[in-house]
Every structure is written in structure tokens, then in C-alpha cells.
């Protein structure tokens, strides 16, 4: 009886087994530092070899001559060099502002718009109170401007999202659209000369609210307020009590209620601090960089900076890298073009290629692929 039993369940066990998959994705267990970075330097280098596929059979360009020129043209001067090291500063800004609300699982999609009303505010003071009141107190006006503006237009979407549990994504996200035609309305009403629908150059005669220049630099007052906003933020998110209460809302908000934290207060703290890095950046972009505003001030950046805070995992020191990786590729394939006179398009294709590549490896740093074995049928 018990051997019928035994032959009844066999072929419901082998038909078990032949339809169990041959491939299994798993989630993988935290893997050291060292082999995460591995993985990531092996995925930068197969993508230079598709790359270079690539390059040879759209363009029949030697790759090598065009990753020299990548590299070469991006450094070969002293200008070049900063106007890069400005660009890194001004995208890790927004990166690091945006930072605190992913970890907490809060998707804010908005740090475009912040950035823009941070620099709305910085050109309303320029505007309005230059040449009326000292630089430095006008200096001092316009950072506290900018970095209110970013908030407020910031904590809008988290006092919805505490009170009503709106959708943040969507939320912010058209908050971007708001901040534009608000920009863009205000251009017009400030333009110079009447009817060229732009600004132009804010207070070029007596650089009223321009920053000063450190040294011989024109951006190294940038770089070093974004390396001072950088250290601080990890050890916010590190160190402090408020990046601990982040970290748990992000893990699980009912174990955050749980042990006491009150999710609505992390929520409308974080985004605050969120959009006030958001308005230091547009104070940055408007006061010390480009002097004026439009609706391209942001460039951007607000979308560029999810990739790097992703990639980054969240951690500002790793997000200096990634951030130069982002710019440096954007620089490269600019002048790739321009030396080789080959469409903008094509640039965009290999810059496109590596960061699939990048952003593919990880996926097999947080998971791995498992075969099944064929079993052979039992004998008879």
C-alpha cells in the first residue's frame, strides 16, 4: 500500500520539479564595500568596450582617440577644469538636498522647482534692494530669501502628504511646472531690455549681490560651501538623532510609530531641510554663478540628481563621485562632438550606453542569479 502511495505521489513530484524555473533571482546578502566598487569598475569597463563597438561601426572613429579627447578636453585647461569642478559642485548640491527625502522613502521629484524659486528669490533681491542697502547685507538677504523660498515651496507637498497622504510623486512634480511659469512670469516683468523676454546680466555695472571671488577664482566659494554642506549632511544622516529617525520612517513607518517617532513631524523637518539646500543651490546659480534667472537655471540638475543619489546609496561622500562621473561624461560627449564634428546624438548614445551599464551593475550588487540543476528521472 505504502509503495502505491509512494508511485501515486512520484510523478506529482517530478512534474513539480520539471516546472520549477531554471533561473532564480535572489535577493543577495550586503556585500563588502570593496566587492560592490569591483563590480561597479567591471560594468564602467565592459561599457567602454560596447562603447567602442559602438563608435567604430556608426562613425569608424579609433574609440581610443575618442576617449583620449573625453578626457583630454575636459582637462586641458585651467578654465575647463573649474567650469567642471563648478558644474560637479552645483549637481552634488541638489543631490545632497534631495538625499534625506529618499531615504525616507519620500519622492521628491520637485527639487527642480525648488531650485528655481530659491533663485527667484535671490534675483528678487538683487533687483529690488541692490544698490539700496550694502553688499553684504544684501548677501546676507538674499541667502536668507532663497533658502525660506526653497522650504516653503518644499514643505507644501510634505504638509499634504502628513495630513492627507497625498501622492508626493505627482505632488512635486508639478510643483516644477508651477515654479517655471512663476520664473517665467517674472522674466518677463523684469526684462531688459523691454520686449527681449529675458533679464540679462542682473547688476553688471556695480555687481550689487554678485559673491565675491576667493582668490583668482571665480567658483571656488561654490565648491567650498557645497564640501561644507557635503560633510555636514553625512554626519546628519550618520550621526545625528533626526538621520536615525529618517533612516526608521524610510525602513517602516509603523515601527517608527511603534517606538515613538511621529512620522508627520519627520516628514515636514526633512522636506524643509530639503528645499532650503534646494534654495541654497538656486542662491548659488543666480548670485555667484550666472547672475541672472531663467527658466533654465536649474539645467536640469533636479532629475539628474536622483541618479546620483541612487547610485550613491544615499551616502554624501559617495555621491562626490558619482556626481563627477555624471558631469564628466556630460562634458566628455560635448566635446567629442565638437572634435569630431559628429552629431549631438551620438554623444548622447555613448553617454547612455555607460550609464545603462552603470546602473545595470546594481542589480547584481543586490541580487544574484541561481540555476537550478536538471534532476534525472528516478530509476525504475
Given at each position: ?147 525660506l523660498a526653497g522650504a516653503i515651496w518644499a514643505v507644501i507637498p510634505a504638509l499634504f502628504k502628513a495630513k492627507w497622504n497625498t501622492n508626493e510623486t505627482l505632488f512635486t512634480l508639478m510643483m516644477n511646472y508651477v515654479g517655471i511659469q512663476l520664473v517665467s512670469y517674472f522674466v518677463m516683468v523684469w526684462e531688459v531690455p523691454k520686449g527681449s523676454g529675458k533679464i540679462g546680466i542682473i547688476n553688471q555695472a556695480g555687481r550689487e549681490g554678485w559673491f ?169
Amino acid at each position: 500500500m505504502e509503495k502505491q502511495n509512494m508511485n501515486a505521489a512520484s510523478p506529482a513530484a517530478a512534474a513539480k520539479k520539471k516546472r520549477e524555473p531554471f533561473i532564480h533571482i535572489v535577493k543577495r546578502d550586503a556585500m563588502p564595500w570593496y566587492k560592490s566598487w569591483a563590480v561597479r569598475a567591471c560594468a564602467v569597463l565592459a561599457a567602454l568596450v560596447v562603447s567602442a563597438v559602438v563608435t567604430m561601426l556608426l562613425t569608424g572613429e579609433n574609440p581610443l582617440m575618442v576617449y583620449k579627447t573625453m578626457v583630454h578636453r575636459s582637462f586641458c585647461s585651467e578654465r575647463r577644469i573649474w567650469n567642471l569642478l563648478q558644474s560637479l559642485a552645483m549637481l552634488l548640491c541638489v543631490s545632497l538636498a534631495v538625499t534625506p527625502a529618499f531615504k525616507m522613502r519620500f519622492w521628491n521629484i520637485g527639487a527642480e522647482g525648488q531650485v528655481l524659486i530659491g533663485g527667484l528669490a535671490t534675483a528678487a533681491c538683487m533687483i529690488l534692494l541692490g544698490g539700496k542697502i550694502p553688499n553684504w547685507l544684501l548677501i546676507v538677504v538674499m541667502t536668507v530669501s532663497s533658502i525660506l523660498a526653497g522650504a516653503i515651496w518644499a514643505v507644501i507637498p510634505a504638509l499634504f502628504k502628513a495630513k492627507w497622504n497625498t501622492n508626493e510623486t505627482l505632488f512635486t512634480l508639478m510643483m516644477n511646472y508651477v515654479g517655471i511659469q512663476l520664473v517665467s512670469y517674472f522674466v518677463m516683468v523684469w526684462e531688459v531690455p523691454k520686449g527681449s523676454g529675458k533679464i540679462g546680466i542682473i547688476n553688471q555695472a556695480g555687481r550689487e549681490g554678485w559673491f565675491p571671488t576667493v582668490g583668482e577664482y571665480d567658483y571656488l566659494l561654490n565648491i567650498i560651501i557645497v564640501a561644507v554642506i557635503t560633510v555636514a549632511m553625512f554626519v546628519y544622516l550618520r550621526y545625528s538623532k533626526h538621520g536615525y529617525e529618517i533612516a526608521v520612517v524610510g525602513e517602516s513607518e509603523n515601527t517608527a510609530r511603534y517606538i515613538g517617532i511621529s512620522v508627520k513631524k519627520v516628514i515636514i523637518r526633512t522636506m524643509l531641510l530639503s528645499g532650503a539646500i534646494c534654495g541654497i543651490a538656486g542662491l548659488l546659480l543666480v548670485g555667484s554663478t550666472n547672475h541672472t534667472i531663467t527658466t533654465t537655471t536649474a539645467g536640469g540638475r533636479g532629475f539628474t540628481a536622483i541618479m546620483v543619489s541612487w547610485l550613491a546609496k544615499f551616502n554624501p561622500i559617495f555621491m562626490v563621485f558619482t556626481s563627477f562621473l555624471l558631469v564628466f561624461l556630460e562634458k566628455g560627449a560635448n566635446e567629442i562632438s565638437t572634435v569630431f564634428r559628429l552629431n549631438q546624438s551620438f554623444s548622447d548614445i555613448i553617454t547612455g550606453i555607460i550609464l545603462f551599464f552603470i546602473i545595470g551593475s546594481e542589480f547584481f550588487i543586490n541580487y544574484q542569479i541561481k540555476f537550478h540543476k536538471a534532476h534525472k528521472e528516478a530509476a525504475k
